[in-house]
């Protein structure tokens, strides 16, 4: 390394300090954070390069690994380290990755998804993995977005519509129990593969929110969903053994032509909060399931009920499913499990409970439009514009994408 290049590392902590932020506008803030990062990706960028070397001198036995080197050197956690470590290897075998991250094209966050789905296939899969396409169309797009979009290319290569990672995960499932006796409580820890996580949560969040409307002031907290959960695993089974009537609760979204005549080149297969199923789950949750059909052009065709109803159907929820994941506000990630329906213009005002008239929104941000007083604005084709309470524009949010 140069002189200069060590001399330009070692100035810059010295030289951040000195941004000045505290007279900033939202604004200003914005412009400020678009360098920000630019300037991470350039960082992790260097630091892939450094990962990438340190594994070079390890095969010559002049250098631990990148993961040893990373952790030794630079103060972070065996996590993070095996993240950069994981950035080089893929780098080592992609080329133009570090450019591109240098470049601002692509972000660590993205790097790591395409390292993680890649990582999984045989070398025989990974000859047709097509990276650059993805890298070519990462700018912009936020991380979950795109790893959707890398996991499907993975699971195309593969060719089994993803039903290995399914199986894996399933078998990956896990639920421990034990007594604390330092707090006297007892507590648990676990995983569950996304069909399944959905179907337990949906059953919860339901009891919650039938507990909360029962104790009138009470509020949806993790309290309340501790008294759900034991509400409903104890009142489960009768004192004879059977099993309590009723089904759990998970939403598919899937399309027409993959239910029709199976999978295809551009599937759309997920669970509501977006995560992906192969085609295999959907016929066994098919055989004993309620379908619901609705129709979507490219914009979202509204379900028209007018003021018939002043809350959203059944019907027009399974609508905004297929539409969202999380929260509609910007950057909000809030599961649409723990949204409400809003209508764009108020109900009280004329507004009609119309698709075209409903986003999704979380509790957090349903408040701040009532009582906050910010202004939504849906336009054709679903962009949501953001505006503050004095009527200024604060943000535009593109229409929501399953890939």
Sequence with gaps: ??????GALVELPGRLVHVRVGDADEAGLRVLLVDVRAAQRALDALAVRVAARADQLALSGRSAGAVETMRAAGAVGARQARREAARAAAAGELPGLVDAMAAGRISGEQVDSIARHRDRLSERDRAGFDAQALIDRAAGMPPETFDRLVKKQANAVVGDGGLGDTVARQTASEFRHWFDRDTGMGRFAGALDPERYEMLTNTIDQ??????AAEKG???NQHLAARALVELVVGSTSAGGSTRSGRPSVTVVVDHQTITTGRHDRTICQTEQGH???TESLSRICCDATLRRVTLDKRGVPLAVGRQHRTATDGQWAAI???????????????IGWCQAHHILEWDNGGRTDLNNLVPLCSTHHHRVHEGRWHLKLAPGRTLHLHRPDGTHHSTVPPPMRC
Excluded: F, H, I, Q
Excluded at 1 to 6: G, H, I, P, T
């Design 1 to 6: 390394m140069s002189v200069a290049a060590k």
């Design 218 to 220: 009470a509020t949806k």
């Design 276 to 278: 992906d199923l192969p």
């Design 207 to 212: 009891r919650v929110a039938s507990l909360a």
């Design 321 to 335: 499913k297929a539409l969202y994941t999380t929260c509609a506000w910007d950057g909000c990630t809030a599961p």
